[in-house]
């Protein structure tokens, strides 16, 4: 009897059920060998009493056939003549007893016969019900399996038991965790919000101030138009005073007073300097050099040596082979201000690199399809992806985890791209 308290009853019925269909399959086969072998020897055993009827029969047939001889032999030749007729039907009796004892003998030899092949079916059913009793063995085994089975089967209820009690408890850590990060994320929406509308404030104040270097740039450059050709007429007024000096020079020279010798010096080095200003300025505009400066001061940028820049080489042979991606590369992005690269493929991932050693840092998963397109927000902080399955979706950079699913496209999405103001 099996023992199936431990088990819930549902389990219990199923197992005895199994139980009882095994019992019966294997069983119900041998039930008719063992009905036919009860049958042979019942039929043996009426067969051996018939042939005990027969040899007794047989024998008496043989005493009476003894007998009549000896009544035969003592009858003397008057008695025979006397009793030829009744000798006739002696011999009558006795060919019908003869061939009455050759049929009986016939009937032995067919019931022997008889008895031989019953002995080879009770031989055969011997056989059987061997096969029998190891199929029976065999079953008592597939019962001790089963049972096995059993105890095997309670104990992954228990452990099933008790890792659901376990999933339950993560559950509720979990949907605590989700509550503290809603909290946080609120928290952080707030804030977001607060440094959206800084940032607001804070490009409209560059907005100003580019526009302000505009308009300062702009007068500067009318300046210096201004200054230039303020230069031209200097020039030209010098060349002028300089002729009529050299022709009035030798006439006045006995009338001038050192007073008005004075003064014409300062004039002249007056003149003398703002042609000098003008000659450095040049009429190619070499001027500008100096006001591109003072914009770069009134920029706050640093300042740099004049002159174009210097073109960059390619390298002649890659640095480094990556597979990155199965099925293909789809899309590769750079992160503003930093070192990282992402790129995304047919492999429903996004993947970032360090440009600095060339090595692999973080693999993102969330996209149901192809990932056709990638891109870095402004700050590096965010990774957004294109995908095929209708969405696009943001990850945290350092985090990996996804912070926002966007949806509203009905067919793939097939490329990304953020403000560079955001």
Same mark, same amino acid.
């Given at each position: 009897?099996?023992?199936?308290?431990?088990?819930?009853?549902?389990?219990?019925?199923?197992?005895?059920?199994?139980?009882?269909?095994?019992?019966?399959?294997?069983?119900?086969?041998?039930?008719?060998?063992?009905?036919?072998?009860?049958?042979?020897?019942?039929?043996?055993?009426?067969?051996?009493?018939?042939?005990?009827?027969?040899?007794? !029969? $047989?024998?008496? /047939? +043989?005493?009476?056939? =003894? &007998? @009549?001889?000896? %009544? *035969?032999?003592?009858?003397?030749?008057?008695?025979?003549?006397?009793?030829?007729?009744?000798?006739?039907?002696?011999?009558?009796?006795?060919?019908?007893?003869?061939?009455?004892?050759?049929?009986?003998?016939?009937?032995?030899?067919?019931?022997?016969?008889?008895?031989?092949?019953?002995?080879?079916?009770?031989?055969?059913?011997?056989?059987?019900?061997?096969?029998?009793?190891?199929?029976?063995?065999?079953?008592?085994?597939?019962?001790?399996?089963?049972?096995?089975?059993?105890?095997?089967?309670?104990?992954?209820?228990?452990?099933?038991?008790?890792?659901?009690?376990?999933?339950?408890?993560?559950?509720?850590?979990?949907?605590?965790?989700?509550?503290?990060?809603?909290? !946080? $994320?609120?928290? /952080? +929406?707030?804030?977001? =919000? &607060? @440094?959206?509308? %800084? *940032?607001?404030?804070?490009?409209?104040?560059?907005?100003?101030?580019?526009?302000?270097?505009?308009?300062?740039?702009?007068?500067?450059?009318?300046?210096?138009?201004?200054?230039?050709?303020?230069?031209?007429?200097?020039?030209?007024?010098?060349?002028?005073?300089?002729?009529?000096?050299?022709?009035?020079?030798?006439?006045?020279?006995?009338?001038?007073?050192?007073?008005?010798?004075?003064?014409?010096?300062?004039?002249?080095?007056?003149?003398?300097?703002?042609?000098?200003?003008?000659?450095?300025?040049?009429?190619?505009?070499?001027?500008?050099?100096?006001?591109?400066?003072?914009?770069?001061?009134?920029?706050?940028?640093?300042?740099?040596?004049?002159?174009?820049?210097? !073109?960059?080489?390619?390298?002649?042979?890659?640095?480094?082979?990556?597979?990155?991606?199965?099925?293909?590369?789809?899309?590769?992005?750079?992160?503003?201000?930093?070192?990282?690269?992402?790129?995304?493929?047919?492999?429903?991932?996004?993947?970032?690199?360090?440009?600095?050693?060339?090595?692999?840092?973080?693999?993102?998963?969330?996209?149901?399809?192809?990932?056709?397109?990638?891109?870095?927000?402004?700050?590096?902080?965010?990774?957004?992806?294109?995908?095929?399955?209708?969405?696009?979706?943001?990850?945290?950079?350092?985090?990996?985890?996804?912070?926002?699913?966007?949806?509203?496209?009905?067919?793939?999405?097939?490329?990304?791209?953020?403000?560079?103001?955001?």
């Amino acid at each position: 009897m099996l023992q199936l308290g431990c088990c819930p009853e549902a389990l219990q019925r199923h197992v005895w059920s199994q139980v009882q269909q095994l019992h019966c399959s294997q069983t119900q086969p041998f039930e008719t060998v063992v009905a036919d072998y009860m049958a042979c020897t019942q039929q043996n055993r009426e067969l051996e009493v018939r042939v005990g009827v027969l040899d007794k !029969e $047989a024998a008496e /047939l +043989r005493d009476e056939v =003894a &007998a @009549l001889q000896q %009544r *035969l032999a003592a009858f003397d030749e008057a008695a025979v003549r006397d009793f030829a007729a009744k000798a006739e039907g002696y011999k009558a009796d006795l060919q019908r007893a003869s061939s009455e004892l050759t049929s009986l003998l016939r009937d032995k030899s067919k019931a022997y016969e008889e008895l031989l092949s019953l002995q080879r079916a009770n031989d055969l059913l011997k056989a059987a019900s061997a096969e029998a009793a190891e199929a029976a063995e065999l079953a008592a085994c597939e019962a001790l399996g089963l049972k096995a089975r059993l105890a095997e089967v309670s104990g992954q209820l228990d452990e099933e038991r008790q890792a659901r009690q376990l999933a339950a408890a993560e559950a509720e850590a979990r949907v605590a965790a989700k509550v503290s990060a809603e909290a !946080e $994320a609120e928290r /952080l +929406r707030a804030d977001n =919000a &607060a @440094l959206e509308a %800084r *940032l607001c404030v804070m490009l409209a104040r560059e907005a100003e101030r580019l526009e302000q270097i505009n308009k300062m740039h702009e007068e500067m450059m009318g300046n210096a138009k201004r200054q230039q050709v303020e230069a031209g007429a200097a020039s030209q007024l010098l060349g002028l005073l300089r002729r009529k000096g050299s022709n009035a020079s030798a006439p006045a020279s006995a009338a001038t007073t050192p007073s008005d010798t004075s003064a014409a010096a300062s004039r002249r080095t007056s003149l003398t300097d703002t042609a000098a200003a003008a000659a450095a300025v040049g009429p190619g505009g070499s001027h500008g050099a100096l006001l591109w400066g003072s914009l770069k001061q009134k920029m706050g940028l640093p300042e740099g040596a004049a002159g174009p820049p210097k !073109e960059r080489q390619l390298p002649a042979a890659p640095a480094k082979f990556v597979q990155a991606h199965a099925g293909g590369c789809c899309s590769l992005c750079l992160q503003p201000a930093g070192h990282l690269a992402a790129s995304c493929g047919m492999d429903k991932t996004v993947q970032t690199w360090d440009l600095n050693t060339a090595s692999h840092v973080h693999t993102y998963h969330g996209m149901l399809g192809s990932v056709n397109d990638v891109a870095f927000s402004s700050n590096g902080r965010r990774l957004l992806a294109a995908g095929g399955d209708k969405r696009l979706l943001v990850w945290g950079t350092a985090s990996g985890q996804v912070v926002h699913t966007l949806t509203g496209h009905t067919n793939g999405v097939s490329c990304v791209s953020c403000s560079p103001l955001e």
